[in-house]
């Protein structure tokens, strides 16, 4: 859909360059009144006719230019992940039939949380008056985008005067946290086996013998999962879904106090591990909530809801490392949330004796402590590890998101 420009504020009609247009073309005049002559009236004819082409330039029609962008999957909105790179193209067409030798377009993309991008090139149109342009940006971190206008400008070929146009272009996505795939959390499942828990509610994530719908047929599912009737009824395969038992809910409790986080990236880390943890419990059919305390305090119960997941992610979406409370603080004012046999997952760089006490108090009241611990030196993290390990409480350390399906996936 072509889009029409916005018109900005317009400009002094006279102008220095104006002026001095008007001067040059007076003194030529007053050259052949006083000189006469095929000299001074050719001067006279030559300036006239630059001055016209000058002052016709105004209505160029850059100020009226239509255009349109779209992004690099051609959808208006769409969500792509931290780290990515967008190619963006832009079309412009211009009415009228003024020559213009080319135009400069300059586009901004802002971030909703703080950041602008600037971007800037020419293009010369073609004899349709139309032209493209291609730009990528730089690889984006998490947050809301939006774009600015756009501002189209254009002068003659002396370069005397600029001619301007803003083009409102509409358009607006999301950048998610990055993600890695979590194959298998294989100490959260023992623990729920009783490895770790003692509680009698604990019980795996087994199916039942009770037929709870139909399902696609997904490759590799035995005969005896396929449901007959219903591949009869519609033409294609079909599976039983049986009931799960249900496993114990599960908290990822996000740190977001501000003097924890000496780096960014450190915080762009913990965000994106509960992001990745969010998605292997989509996955795996957990139910899985969050806790996020900062300068808003955000509570997702622990649920198997689609909505849950893709709430959970928008709200990670536009997270800081904006808080002022101590994490313990943060549970002490909401244990009331958090039934026993609860798992709560601790994603924080702190360590040490704050760290242990939080986990010995929640253990004390029937919670299930883990902790993800965003390490910067992999022989400490051994070391943090090992201990929790030895007190009896799950815990990982991670420099990198890349490290999370690996840690994860051994024995803590």
Known sequence: MLTHVKTGAREPVMTPRVWMMAGCLAASLLFVLFQGGKLALMVFVMTAILCTYLFLGKWSGITRTKGRRSLESGLPEQAVEAGTSLRIRLSIQIPGVWPIPYVMVRDRLVRKNGGEYNFEASLIPDWHRRGNLEYQTPPLIRGYYHFGDTDCSTQDIFGIFEHKGTVELPGSFSVYPQTVPIREWKQFHRMHKGMHHHSSSTKSNR?????????????????????????????????????????????????????????????????????????YGKNRDIALGLLSVGANSVYFEPNRYQNNHKS??????????????????????????????????????????????????????????????????????????KQLTSMGYMGYSVRSLDELPAALGGVG
């Not at 599912?221 to 519609?234: C, E, F, G, P, V």
């Not at 009931?243 to 965000?271: C, G, H, I, M």
């Not at 006490?357 to 009241?365: F, H, I, S």
Request: glycine letters at 4%.
């Open 207 to 279: 199916e039942t013998t009770q037929i709870n719908g139909v399902r696609e047929y997904n490759y590799g599912d035995r005969l005896s999962r396929i449901h007959w009737n219903a591949t009869a009824r519609t033409g294609t395969l079909k599976s039983k879904e049986f009931e799960r038992e249900s496993l114990p809910k599960t908290v990822v409790v996000l740190d977001r106090q501000q003097r924890n986080y000496r780096y960014p990236e450190t915080f762009e880390l913990a965000v994106s591990t509960a992001a990745s943890l969010t998605q």
């Open 312 to 385: 959970i992610l928008h709200h990670l979406i536009e997270a800081e490392a904006d808080g002022f409370h101590p994490l313990q603080r943060v549970l002490e004012d909401r244990i009331r949330l958090f039934p026993p046999g609860t798992c709560m997952v601790l994603v924080t760089p702190l360590k040490g004796e704050a760290v242990l006490k939080t986990m010995a108090w929640l253990n004390q009241r029937q919670m299930v402590p883990c902790h993800i611990w965003l390490s910067a030196s992999e022989e400490e993290g051994r070391i943090w590890t």
